[in-house]
């Protein structure tokens, strides 16, 4: 997902246009959790959800917005 993130953001944000972002995740994945954080997205809430693995049943929400995310890159040494 690291890979990922700095095209796929800069490609929603940027040719997309999107002012913001809605991101999720299952509660015990702490890895995605840290990641979402780092970047600037803000925990806005916990919903159930359903997964393939039933053995996770709560989601974090998570919201980034456009200007969180160009300070997270002004910042960024990776």
Known sequence: MREALKPITAYAFGDLGFEKLILTNAVEN?????LKAKTGARLIRTDPAQFVDSQFKTREVWELTKK?????????QT
């Open 68 to 76: 969180d995310w160009e300070t997270f890159l002004k910042h960024d």
């Open 30 to 34: 702490k890895r995605s959790s840290k």
